[in-house]
């Protein structure tokens, strides 16, 4: 792959990018066309942060990385640590630039989210429970901004708080992953053990699986997105289970659950 597609994680990019739409789509339903020009601004900007989240990420682990994750592009040689810093400052810049000709809740969401994964990566991430939060709380943001951007965010409430607590249970299980790698991190199972911060994780993502029902009972989503949305629970459940045997296929499992979640949102959005 291409270093700079690499170190912009291009498929965390996509699926970002797919959350806001997403969130447009369950905001303004049949009239999402008309509002293609905001929406577009906001891919951008969405797009662009995530771009510049994820360099900013590898430049400040590059030491970690090469014992955890030496395939990508800075611990490979393939992309320095200055070129990273540079591409994450531009990257940010053009966000937050983009997003001033979106509504003023948009711009501020996009600006909040900058500020917080700036200080998520100087500092937040060195903690525990803390880092795992804001990550979670980034993600469920997305869905806000697509509400925000069409002028109705109040309709995105419910897919935000379920994507935050998905995205919980993955990050910390992530940390379980790599306790042996974050020599310079206080990750919560490296304070709390691995099967305390396991149960969590675990407790994270059953609270997803018995809110999910939510957007069918409110109204906003008919049948087929509690059918689809069924199968992303089975493997939620799967995922509480059997990271704590194996948290490499604990996560995996977790990031495939909330893609196919996403599908039955954009189900639900459409039918």
């Not at 997305?142 to 995205?167: C, D, K, P, Q």
């Not at 029902?213 to 989503?221: K, M, R, V």
């Not at 289970?241 to 995996?252: E, L, R, S």
Request: aromatic share 8%; glycine share 8%.
């Amino acid at each position: 792959m291409n270093p700079v597609l690499q170190l912009f994680r291009i498929g965390n990019a996509v699926m970002g990018t797919m959350g806001l739409l997403i969130g447009v789509l369950i905001a303004a339903g049949t009239e999402t066309l008309d509002h293609w020009q905001p929406v577009l601004l906001a891919a951008v900007a969405v797009f662009a942060f995530i771009g510049a989240g994820n360099s900013l990420n590898d430049y400040i682990d590059r030491d970690v990385d090469k014992r955890a994750h030496p395939e990508r592009p800075l611990p490979s040689g393939r992309i320095t640590p200055r070129q990273a810093l540079g591409l994450s400052a531009v990257c940010f810049g053009l966000s937050f630039l983009v997003s001033l000709a979106l509504p003023l809740e948009a711009t501020a969401i996009v600006a909040l989210a900058i500020v917080l994964m700036l200080s998520y990566e100087a500092k937040l991430k060195k903690g525990a429970l803390i880092g795992n939060v804001e990550i979670a709380v980034l993600t469920g943001m997305l869905f806000l901004l697509g509400g925000a951007v069409v002028g109705m965010m109040e309709r995105t409430y419910a897919i935000a708080l379920l994507a935050f607590l998905a995205i919980l249970g993955r990050e910390i299980v992530k940390d379980i992953e790599d306790m042996e790698a974050d020599f310079d991190r206080q990750t919560l199972p490296k304070r709390i053990g691995a099967r305390n911060a396991g149960v969590i994780a675990s407790f994270a993502f059953l609270a997803a699986v018995a809110l999910s029902p939510l957007p069918y009972i409110e109204g906003t989503f008919g049948i087929w997105y509690l059918v689809i949305v069924a199968f992303a629970d089975a493997m939620f459940i799967y995922c509480s289970i059997i990271h704590f045997q194996n948290p490499t296929k604990g996560q995996k499992v977790a990031k495939y659950a909330m893609l196919l979640a996403l599908v039955a949102f954009l189900v639900g959005g459409m039918l």
